[in-house]
T-cell receptor, first 112, second 114 residues
Framework: GQQLNQSPQSMFIQEGEDVSMNCTSS?????WLWYKQDPGEGPVLLIA?????ELTSNGRLTAQFGITRKDSFLNISASIPSDVGIYFC????????????FGSGTKLNVKP | DSGVTQTPKHLITATGQRVTLRCSPR?????VYWYQQSLDQGLQFLIQ???????AKGNILERFSAQQFPDLHSELNLSSLELGDSALYFC?????????????FGEGSRLTVL
């Protein structure tokens, strides 16, 4: 199946630091979305991007749909302890909009 | 609360057994997705239904099957269980198919096979 490569796999940061993670694909994607999974919960949508170059913010979170349509990044500014969790990128590849794939996730740990 | 309900929350069973996981989508959502998440792994897409019909299939084993009923709830059947089937199984729903990618996830069913 389609591979969405997320990096880094995990991060350990201090509260207050900014965080950056990204997601790349070998294929062009029509949509890029970012989800967060809190421990013991199901993933929740954070940001959805539908156009190449689109930059969207949601509070302290900012995500961009890469110009090549093969990548996306998510930034979190001024991290707080409740940012802890696993962040997944996801999207629809151009060759089959019926498919929807998730990346392998970036595990974020925030030290108070 | 996402509005998606999954039962049971936890299930412990033995190898070779069969289990059924149930999912009730959000009110008004016609599309149901099933995902498997093994320990510290990503979300593996299993299968998707829209308004009772199978619409997309991922890496679902032949020992697994699913269906969506007329009232839109869905069941995932796992048979001849193996140790490696131990995982969190998530159901998600969305309004349309293929949709925008905005999925609403349940809290998952944690399956432990001993």
């Amino acid at each position: 199946g389609q591979q969405l490569n997320q990096s880094p796999q995990s991060m350990f940061i201090q509260e207050g630091e900014d965080v950056s993670m990204n997601c790349t694909s070998s294929s062009i994607f029509n949509t890029w979305l970012w989800y967060k999974q809190d421990p013991g919960e199901g993933p929740v949508l954070l940001i959805a991007l539908y156009k190449a170059g689109e930059l969207t913010s949601n509070g302290r979170l900012t995500a961009q749909f890469g110009i090549t349509r093969k990548d996306s990044f998510l930034n979190i500014s001024a991290s707080i302890p409740s940012d802890v969790g696993i962040y997944f990128c996801a999207g629809h590849p151009y060759y089959n909009f019926n498919k929807f794939y998730f990346g392998s996730g970036t595990k974020l740990n925030v030290k108070p | 609360d996402s509005g998606v309900t999954q039962t049971p929350k936890h299930l412990i069973t033995a190898t070779g057994q069969r289990v059924t996981l149930r999912c009730s989508p959000r009110s008004g959502d016609l599309s149901v997705y099933w995902y498997q998440q093994s320990l510290d792994q990503g979300l593996q897409f299993l299968i998707q239904y829209y308004n009772g019909e199978e619409r997309a299939k991922g890496n679902i084993l032949e020992r697994f099957s699913a269906q969506q009923f007329p009232d839109l709830h869905s069941e995932l059947n796992l048979s001849s269980l193996e140790l490696g089937d131990s995982a969190l199984y998530f159901c998600a729903s969305s309004v349309a198919f293929p949709g925008t990618g905005e999925l609403f996830f349940g809290e998952g069913s944690r399956l432990t096979v001993l």
